[in-house]
């Protein structure tokens, strides 16, 4: 696709993006059957989805992400599996493990690879910070390759495939911290924040009747594989690429281009991989919101959730109460100044 300002999107692409506000705008009133609120968490974790990426939900407990992810995957019909992750959990119980089993010949037996529960399109990793690393590293090849590999083996995963976390703050007790790899392995850090007053209180009125309600497939998977390739065409011109690749670079302390401010209170920026996912976010929130062009605004829409989890707080900003949010808000403001 060509990415100058006088782009004229093709006849099929149009259609393919109304067919998209469609299906986002029937989930969204799915959603509100069983989900009070929570309209930007919904967005990020859709965007997510169209990217090919994998989200991490964070927040305390009691705040319905575990629902979310679990209605979000009633709505498509495609294969689910949840992990609850506990501390005992091994690495062996997420990607399957061979196990000695009878043959068709009497007498002898052979090793039989069992299929684990990451062997599904959507995995909900449920307080995936309760497992030790060794267990959360499990996921590593799945998430990166979409394959897994046991005893030499390596075994594809059905497509389309991502994974859904949740996260209880590290400070409660009983987590371990999630490597920096693993984070990388996630599109967006999703914040699931407390809800409204009148949302609470929604809350209250509408899930402590009757039963809820269930809901409808809309979406198949291979319907899904189209709207992401979908996604991948939609065009993006050059300073969308340059703002994308100044923002994350402005992140990086040991860098030229980063401000003296974010050498005092970061100790580690974004990585590539940053860059990548601003610019495939951005084309996925285009195409939801009915553009047919990335835009400097989608850029700016998803930052956040794309660098929270890339850009590391040193003890200075830490003992200011400086978090990574807010550094992310000030970046976004200065370099938009810039363009």
Do not use: C
Request: without cysteine.
């Amino acid at each position: 696709m060509e990415t100058t300002a006088n782009y004229k999107p093709q006849d099929q692409d149009v259609i393919a993006i109304d067919r998209l506000r469609a299906f986002y705008a029937e989930l969204r009133a799915e959603l509100g059957k069983v989900i009070i609120g929570q309209d930007r968490v919904i967005e990020e974790t859709v965007i997510a989805i169209l990217g090919r990426g994998h989200g991490l939900l964070m927040g305390v407990p009691g705040l319905a992400k575990t629902l979310l992810v679990r209605s979000i995957a009633e709505t498509m019909d495609l294969k689910f599996s949840r992990i609850q992750f506990t501390p005992d959990l091994m690495p062996g119980d997420i990607t399957g493990t061979e196990i000695l089993q009878e043959t068709s010949q009497p007498g002898r037996r052979g090793f039989e690879f069992v299929k684990g529960p990451i062997f599904a399109n959507i995995v909900l990793s449920d307080e995936i910070n309760r497992a030790p690393p060794k267990t959360q590293a499990a996921l590593l090849e799945a998430m990166q390759e979409h394959r897994v590999t046991v005893n030499g083996r390596t075994y594809e995963l059905p497509p389309p495939f991502f994974v859904l976390a949740t996260q209880n703050p590290i400070e409660q007790e009983g987590t371990y911290p999630l490597p920096e790899a693993q984070l990388d392995r996630f599109m967006f850090l999703i914040q699931v924040d407390y809800p409204s007053h009148d949302e609470e209180r929604r809350i209250a009125r509408e899930t402590t009747g009757i039963a809820p309600a269930r809901l409808r497939h809309l979406i198949t998977g291979p319907q899904v594989t189209e709207f992401q390739e979908l996604v991948r065409r939609v065009p993006v011109p050059d300073h969308v690429y340059d703002y994308a690749t100044m923002l994350v670079r402005r992140t990086r302390p040991p860098g030229t281009e980063s401000p003296d401010w974010v050498k005092s209170w970061v100790s580690w920026g974004a990585g590539p991989r940053a860059v990548q996912y601003l610019i495939i976010g951005a084309k996925a929130r285009a195409a939801l919101m009915g553009s047919y062009m990335a835009r400097l605004e989608d850029v700016q829409a998803i930052a956040e959730p794309v660098l929270r989890h890339r850009v590391l707080t040193n003890f200075h900003a830490e003992s200011e109460g400086v978090t990574s949010r807010e550094i992310i808000r000030r970046l976004v403001e200065e370099a938009s100044a810039k363009v």
